[in-house]
C-alpha cells in the first residue's frame, strides 16, 4: 500500500486562480514513489498549458490512462504526444468506436477527435485491457466495470455506430484509476458512466480493501434525473469515504447532497489544487 500519493487537477470546469484556464474536461497528474502518470487529458491543450504555469514537467510522465472515448477526457492527448512521447496510453479496446449524443439539435459527434493511427505515429503506444491490471505498484486500471445496481444506467441518448446502425452505447469502454494506499482506496474517475458506486466496489473486489480514502472526479449527475441522483449519493455515502472530492460533470445537486450529508468530506477543488495523503 502507498504512503505517498500526491493528485493535482490540471484540467477541469472550475478555476479561481487568474492564471489558470478551465474546460469542459479534467486531467489529474498523479504522483506516488515509483513515478508519475496522467489521468485523461481534458479536451484541448489546457493541461499543458496549465501544466506549465503550476511548473509541473510532463516530461516525466511514465503513461498515459484514458477513462473513456468522450472528447472532454481524450481530446488533449495529441497536443500532449506531440510535446512527451512516445508514451505508454492504457485504455480499453472500444476507446475509438464512434460516439454519438442525441442532442436538441441533433445527433452530436462526441467521440475521440483524433485518428488512433495519427496519434500512434506521433508516438502514443496504445496499451488496450479489457481486465484489471497494476500498471505501477498500488495503481490498478479498472478495466471494464460490472453493471450491478439498477440505479446507475447508461441514457439513452448516448449511441454508438456500428456498421451504418447507431446503437446504444453502453460506455463498456469506462474505466477507472484505483490507488491502494494506507489510508483506504482512492479511486479516480473521468465520467463515472459505469457508476459511481459500481465502481468502488469493483476496485474493493479488486484490491481487497473495502476502506475508501477518497472518490475523486466526475459523476455524470449534472442533468440526471433526480431520483438518479439521489440514490447515488445516498448509496456512495454509505460505503463511507473519508474524502468527496467532486470535479467536472458531478452537478451541483450531487455535491449539494453530499456537502449536505458530510461537510466535513467534501473538497471543493478547482484548476490546480493538489490532494495528498495525510490532507
Known sequence: MLSQLTLTV?????VVNPELKAEQGLSILVETPEGKLLFDTG???TLLQNAKTLNVNLEEIKMVVL?????????GLRHLVKQIHPVEVYCHPNLFNKKYKIMEKGRVDIGVPWEKSELEKLGAKFIL???PKEIMK???IS???PRLTSYEYIDESYQEKVLESFIHDELHDDLALIINTIKGLVVLLGCGHAGPVNTIKHAMRITGNNKVHAIMG???????PEE???NITKNLSELNPDFFIPLHCCGFRCINYLYNMYPKRVLLYNVGDTFSLGI
Do not use: F, P
Not at 10 to 14: G, K, P, S, T, V
Not at 67 to 75: A, R, V
Open 228 to 230: 438518479k441522483v439521489y
Open 10 to 14: 490540471l484540467c477541469e470546469n472550475r
Open 43 to 45: 479536451q484541448t491543450d
Open 143 to 145: 478495466g471494464e466495470i
Open 129 to 131: 485491457k479489457t481486465s
Open 67 to 75: 477513462s473513456h472515448g468522450h472528447y472532454d477526457m481524450t481530446g
Open 218 to 224: 466526475g459523476m455524470h449527475l449534472h442533468r440526471a
Open 138 to 140: 498500488d495503481v490498478w
